[in-house]
């Protein structure tokens, strides 16, 4: 295992258990899939309550435009 990877286990097993679920979203998102493919299997939304990003509802056109390549307004 090359020491990048030895320090992130490390860093990892030091993360508080309410700061684990949002880090592993961001690394499901840039882990490619088990079966070889580019992409994770579950869709964006899976994990988004715990991003720390407020409230859905209340960003909702915000999330919409950005995923539909719009210009904020």
């Given at each position: 295992m090359s020491t990048l990877r030895d320090e992130l286990?490390?860093?990892?097993?030091?993360?508080?258990?309410?700061?684990?679920?949002?880090?592993?979203?961001?690394?499901?998102?840039s882990a490619p899939a088990e079966s070889?493919?580019?992409e994770w299997p579950l869709p964006d939304f899976v994990g988004a309550l715990?991003?720390?990003k407020?409230?859905?509802?209340?960003?909702?056109a915000e999330?919409?435009?950005?995923?539909?390549?719009?210009d904020p307004e």
């Open positions: 286990h490390s860093l990892i097993d030091r993360l508080p258990e309410s700061h684990v679920a949002p880090i592993l979203a961001l690394v499901r998102e070889g493919g580019d715990a991003s720390g407020g409230d859905l509802a209340a960003r909702s999330i919409l435009r950005a995923e539909l390549g719009r």
